[in-house]
């Protein structure tokens, strides 16, 4: 309860009031039990919160998600919504910046409305996103939202072109450009200099693009840029599209901090592919999100062959929900074998979905799919459980390798689902191990680094995946203890014909020895990739001359899948049934 004692000071259990006003250094926790509000729409379209002495006091779901916080950490107002505070609560709408702590910064409209609570002076606080911040929210930007998006200022923009000109329609190019890594760059830098990134590649658009060209900005990492040219002249588009790609593919040097930058740039021609705006719009998108699939340096211009795509992208997803339900994944399970015993020490499990239709369906077609769609998540749940619980069948000490998505790690409790999922098949953790690619190193790499620390604290094995084909491997090596690295099959498929594979794979044979780290060689196909890689220190290897992917009972005759005998076999070449 608050003591209403105007000018004089009270203090109740560590809160100071002073003329009837909280002090800043109430604790928030304490504030929010003077206002409890207990249904703030969690549901609506908007962010709510109300506000006490400059403080969030509540919040709604939405407001919170989107900024990347919860109520007890709500950062100060002044860094998520700069100068809101200065408006007058008249209930009207204003335009605004919201800033999350990812470092995105979107445009808004906010208003503030007088609020009594408790006979305390509050103010309530309403904000409309754009639809970039919940792409899939279809309440958003209805026709009764008062505040235009950047697509809707482009639009307008080229209204008005077409308007001024005689000739009609207008003719350029419409590009659809994204940051890529922005996430990365505020997790290393910063929500100051994330938001000084995206200022200067906005004024390094308007200094190279001429004054004939319309930005806009969609509020996040993304813009909108349309570049007149000729009708009779529509190679010209291809100039602005390097002059666009060269603008975001740079080097900013903010603070003493070197930034490397690249961008995602999708593209239309207006009206060569289409003379409506929306359209355009859908097209130029459309393309973006090729650059993205395809990590293109360059810009990917539409094409009719991208929408048939996009159909066929669609109906697999809508199969791969189905699949979910209806248990059409299985698991295949590949041997990996010791080169010093001849013996099966580990079994990968392989991803594989019959299709109803369409038959066994290759996972680099289906697995993009469920990693844009989110599907990975319940799918790499399903993947982990099964395998570890077909893992209880092995022999004690064969250990069952698990492939995990970057993008499930990114998104998912990795450590909450890999302990539910020992608890629940009772496998122990030393018998796990976790293959990743260094992608999971681009987004948010602290809080990874911490996760992974805390599942190799309960005993599993960490796996780095296709290790020297990225550019930053050896950089995450020091980054965090793997327990093994997997080299990446297209150095043991080239080490005979090409010295520089063969040096390659030496080196990384070396590089393990040094970080204490087992060395698996992936893709062995051949006996003479086998024989060169006994005169390494390599201690495991993979592939089809050991061992093709089958269902786990068909890997009973290996050696070292037996329950009974742990005998070393003969080292002086494989059994047979290794060759098969």
């Known amino acids: 309860m608050i003591v209403n004692n105007p000018g004089g000071i009270s203090q109740e259990r560590g809160r100071h009031y002073v003329d009837g006003h909280l002090t800043d250094s109430a604790p928030r926790e304490n504030v929010t039990a003077l206002f409890p509000i207990h249904h703030l729409a969690d549901a609506s379209s908007e962010g709510l919160a109300v506000l006490y002495q400059d403080q969030v006091i509540e919040a709604n779901r939405p407001l919170l998600s989107c900024i990347g916080t919860d109520l007890q950490h709500f950062p ?26 990812e470092g995105r910064v979107f445009d808004i409209q906010f208003r503030l409305t007088p609020l009594q609570r408790h006979n305390r002076n509050c103010l309530a606080l309403a904000i409309t996103f754009p639809r970039s911040i919940f792409p899939h929210a279809d309440t958003f930007f209805s026709d009764n939202t008062l505040m235009p998006s950047g697509k809707d200022l482009l639009r307008r923009n080229l209204e008005d072109l077409s308007v001024d000109t005689t000739s009609g329609p207008p003719t350029g190019i419409l590009l659809h450009a994204s940051i890529n890594r922005l996430r990365t760059i505020n997790e ?44 009779t002249h529509p190679a010209q588009a291809t100039h602005w599209a390097q002059i666009v790609r060269d603008v975001f593919h740079t080097t900013l040097l903010l603070d003493g901090h070197r930034i490397h930058l690249t961008a995602s740039i999708g593209c239309c021609l207006i009206p060569f592919d289409t003379s409506h705006f929306e359209t355009a719009f859908h097209y130029a998108e459309l393309a973006l999100n090729e650059a993205r ?64 239709h369409k ?23 399903w993947v982990l459980l099964e395998a570890c619980t077909q893992a209880i069948r092995l022999p004690p000490h064969v250990r069952i390798a698990v492939n995990i998505s970057a993008v499930q790690f990114q998104h998912d409790d990795m450590y909450a689902a890999v302990l539910q999922t020992l608890f629940q098949t009772g496998l122990s953790a030393e018998r796990l191990e ?25 005993g599993i094995k960490i796996v ?7 550019f930053s491997s050896l950089n995450y090596l020091r980054s965090f203890p793997f327990d093994r690295i997997k080299i990446d ?32 060689a992936e893709g062995v196909e051949t006996s003479d990739q086998l024989d060169l890689l006994r005169h390494t220190s390599c201690n495991t290897a993979q592939g089809f001359l050991l061992g093709r992917p089958a269902p786990l009972a068909d890997l009973s005759a290996y050696p070292g899948m037996d329950h009974d005998t742990h005998e070393p076999a003969s080292t002086d070449g494989l059994s047979s049934g290794f060759l098969s």
Not at 86 to 94: E, F, H, L, T, V
Not at 335 to 356: F, G, S
């Open 76 to 101: 100060p107002l002044r860094d998520v919504l700069p100068g809101i505070l200065k408006s007058p609560p008249d209930n009207s709408y204003r335009p605004g910046i919201l800033r999350t702590l």
């Open 188 to 231: 290393r830098y910063g929500l100051q200099i994330t938001t000084r990134v995206v200022e200067e590649v906005e004024k390094r658009l308007h200094r190279f693009l001429v004054e004939d060209c319309i930005v806009s900005s969609f509020g996040d990492d993304a813009f909108g840029i349309f570049c007149p040219f000729p009708y």
């Open 293 to 356: 699939r395809l990590h293109s340096t360059d810009w990917v211009s539409f094409s009719p062959v991208l929408q048939a795509d996009v159909h066929h992208r669609s109906q697999l997803e809508h199969d791969l929900r189905k699949a979910l339900e209806t248990n059409q994944f299985f698991l295949d399970f590949q041997p990996l074998i010791c080169l010093r015993t001849n013996r099966v020490e580990c079994v990968e499990a392989l991803l594989r979905w019959r299709h109803p």
């Open 359 to 381: 038959g066994v369906i290759s996972p680099d077609e289906f697995i993009p799919i469920a990693e844009e769609t989110g599907l990975i998540i319940p799918i790499g749940r």
């Open 434 to 458: 976790l293959e990743l690619t260094e992608s999971i190193f681009l987004e948010t790499v602290q809080r990874n680094l911490e996760t992974l620390g805390k599942l190799r604290a309960l």
């Open 464 to 470: 780095m995946d296709d290790f020297g084909i990225g």
């Open 489 to 520: 099959r297209s150095f043991i498929h080239d080490m005979l014909n090409d010295p520089q594979a063969q040096s390659i794979v030496r080196a990384i044979m070396t590089l393990g020895q040094a970080m204490s780290m087992e060395v698996i």
